[in-house]
């Protein structure tokens, strides 16, 4: 049996099941597909969306390993990132979480899915937390089952047991070498592979710690590189915090099956299917219903038009063609420049403006 039979075979549903499962996925598609056409996201609009994500991302993922920030604590740790001194562990971890981000919505184009980024985004993830140097970016040293544990701390049930230290780099480079052979092949459709590999990924556990924000992370990485572009615009962690309790019932059932003759993760994909179509919902209903785009005023539009008109020119210029005093115009400049609508070009002879591609 090739690795992609083995996906195949996990990937067949009952009728029901199948139903659904591609139901949801054709609804998402058609979304994604409204939400690309929309072209209403201003430069500012975007950056200011993508900054709320970033934060309510950082808090909810890390609140549901039990972190106890809330989300205005985690905006303030924000705004001071430049400090790089943490003072608690949750500030630690949330930290570590906002950078790498942040780093995944500007830069996931060059970011390869692979073996060696994965460690990386583990190590990059814990480099603030003091106590996870030892550990940061290797897979685990020793077993990290799933327990269920009283108030005194004394053990009730193992919920899950990972696979053993031994076997982890194993399976874990058989699994990359699966998940890239289907996006290569492109015979089993990518919200499918994504959420096969995310479920196999936290069946693994291949790490000490981190395990959760790590696969959230590459969700986050994957849904971007297949082309889910909403995704920096509604929070896929705080919509998985809202149903934390659902979360983790299906995560559960379906490890349950896991390296059995009836592996069942239609649970678990329906859960994550219907998390993501909530998610571009959620974002084209940002992109009609907000004022999203600057509206200019008749002075802004007169000088806007007049640079138009032109491959560069100066601001002189703009005063002597529009007859608007010079304060004016520099006003009107100032305000375009803040909007992305024109840029500044420098020069040693006179500052000259062009519109913004």
């Known amino acids: 049996m090739t690795t992609l039979d083995r996906l195949t075979k996990r990937l067949q549903f009952s009728f029901e099941d199948t139903n659904t499962i591609y139901r949801l996925i054709n609804d998402i598609d058609k979304l994604n597909t409204t939400f690309q056409i929309t072209e209403k996201l201003s430069h500012q609009t975007i950056k200011r969306l993508t900054q709320s994500v970033l934060v309510t991302s950082s808090g909810s993922s890390n609140r549901i390993e039990g972190n106890k920030m809330t989300d205005e604590e985690v905006e303030m740790l924000y705004r001071h990132m430049n400090i790089k ?3 608690t562990r949750d500030e630690q971890e949330v930290a570590g979480y906002l950078e790498l981000l942040e780093l995944v919505f500007e830069n996931y184009q060059g970011m390869n899915f692979s ?5 990386q985004l583990h190590d990059m993830m814990l480099k603030y937390t003091e106590k996870d140097i030892g550990h940061r970016g290797k897979y685990k040293f020793w077993p990290n089952r799933v ?7 004394r053990l009730i049930k193992v919920v899950f047991n990972p696979t053993e230290p031994a076997m982890t780099p194993i399976e ?3 699994l990359i070498q699966r998940t890239q052979d289907a996006f290569h092949e492109k015979d089993i459709h990518p919200l499918l592979i994504i959420a096969n590999f995310i479920f196999e990924f936290l069946a693994i556990h291949p790490f000490q710690d981190g395990n959760g924000r790590v696969s959230r992370i590459l969700t986050n990485l994957l849904l971007l590189k297949n082309g889910y572009l909403f995704t920096p615009f509604v929070s896929h962690e705080s919509l998985i915090e809202h149903k934390k ?4 019932i299906a995560l559960g059932k379906t490890q349950q099956t896991w390296k059995t003759n009836h592996e069942d993760v239609s649970g678990r994909l329906i859960f994550f299917l219907q ?10 209903d940002i992109s009609q219903k907000e004022d999203i785009q600057p509206h200019l005023s008749k002075i802004q539009s007169k000088v806007r038009d007049f640079i138009s008109s032109k491959w560069e020119c100066t601001r002189q210029e703009i005063v002597k063609k529009t007859w608007l005093a010079l304060w004016t115009v520099r006003q009107v400049i100032e305000k375009l420049l803040i909007m992305k609508k024109i840029e500044r070009l420098w020069s040693t002879r006179a500052v000259r403006y062009k519109i913004t591609k």
């Not at 073996?115 to 460690?119: A, K, S």
């Not at 309790?245 to 983790?248: L, R």
């Open 245 to 248: 309790i659902e979360y983790y």
């Open 115 to 119: 073996e060696g980024v994965i460690l």
């Open 85 to 87: 001194k943490f003072k």
């Open 172 to 174: 874990m480079k058989a």
């Open 275 to 284: 998390v993501v179509k909530t998610q571009v919902q959620k974002a084209i």
């Open 147 to 153: 327990e269920a544990r009283d108030e005194k701390g």
